[in-house]
């Protein structure tokens, strides 16, 4: 960390903070979260909440492969927070919607079809912003703040779910602090990278 120089330390100190909330956001609602709610507000047993979850996890996984041929046409970073921005109001419509096939479960499907697309193009941005030099120490650097960020997540759920009836409120939290960290992320680095 010493032979890097102060800009990629600011960096790497603003990147850190910023992927520390959108972790703490993204630990408030975890699939464990999901299947317990799934089954209080909807009554759905263990082999529909099996099949909901494969299913999920398709969808996710067709939208890495899509991901980089949304960036070549927008951009990494317009990419990564587009994307994640549409997820997280998805994210807090969940426990909005009356119905589990019509509402809940349709929203976290379109949830899932663009929540991960920021992940390869996080990992894309981050090379453009770093250099070759930087780009190892950054990268260790931010992943741990991200690890860190998601710990207190289930710790509060559990604790929010204990005091009765408040099975809603780590989706909508969840989604607002990480729609906060998409606008900013955006409006610091959009004048940063190419396709910004």
Known sequence: ???????????????????SVDAFGGGLVTQSLLSYWFYVRYGVTLRELGLVFMVVNVVTA??????????????NLRT???????????????PLAGSFMGGS???LL???????MDV???QAFMAQIFSDEERVPANAVTNTAR???????PLIVGD???????????????????IMYDLTIYLMYRNRVVGG
């Open 105 to 107: 479960l349709a929203f």
């Open 62 to 75: 067709v939208s890495l492969v899509i991901a980089p041929l949304i960036a070549e046409r927008i951009g």
């Open 160 to 178: 929010l779910i204990s005091q009765g009836g408040l099975y809603s409120l780590p989706f909508i939290i969840s989604g607002s602090m990480k």
């Open 110 to 116: 379109l949830r899932q079809s663009v929540s991960q």
């Open 80 to 94: 990564m927070v587009y994307t994640h921005l549409l997820s997280n109001v998805f994210l807090i419509l969940v």
């Open 120 to 122: 390869p193009t996080r």
């Open 147 to 153: 690890s860190i960020g998601s710990l207190p997540g």
């Open 1 to 19: 960390m010493r032979s890097l120089g102060r800009a990629a330390v600011v960096d790497i100190r603003n990147l850190s903070i910023l992927f």
